[in-house]
């Protein structure tokens, strides 16, 4: 999980750089957002919150840590956040854009911030047998969701692939 929320702050930045784009009114080719529309469903949504909300959180929820109904609660909330800034950026005006590229890029940085801390706690008290457990689960979702295993290299080569033609629009 720990590299997915890397690779998720690589997105936020991306993000942040197209944003930057929009604003200094540079034209993005719209196969672009199509492309990061990719990222954004497929890898952030399909993967890596499907995973939490479907086999980390109903674990972490069993473990009785501090405060963690209410985060778990806020957790899934700006997972659909996510989800609505998402269609805004891939099918929204301009302008709307630019407003869904800041509030995604900024959501997502504190939600990672957030979550890691929550889940570093979790990590303490999870039992060796609690943990293999949780692998499992997040790979028979990854081969449900996508038919295979190690999909995150892909998408890591996307982002990355995304991020430079970003930077040279
Ligand atoms: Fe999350
Ligand atoms: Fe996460």
Known sequence: MISEHSLILQTSNLLKVLAGKLESSRQVPE???????IVLDDFEAKLHHAKEEMVLFPKLKELHLQGDGELVEE???????????????????NEE??????QDSDLMLRHVRRENSF????????????????F?????????????????KGFSERVKALSEKASAL
């Not at 196969?31 to 529309?37: N, S, V």
């Not at 957790?75 to 005006?93: C, N, P, T």
């Not at 570093?120 to 949780?134: G, N, P």
């Open 31 to 37: 196969g672009f957002w199509k492309e990061l529309g």
């Open 75 to 93: 957790f899934v909330k700006e997972h659909a956040e996510a989800k609505l800034l998402s269609r805004k950026i891939q099918e929204g005006s």
């Open 97 to 102: 854009r630019l407003n869904a590229l800041r």
């Open 119 to 134: 889940f570093s706690q979790a990590q303490t008290v999870l039992s060796d047998s609690e943990k293999q457990e949780l």
């Open 136 to 152: 499992e689960g997040f790979q028979e979702l990854e081969k449900k969701a996508f038919g295979s295993l190690g999909v995150l």
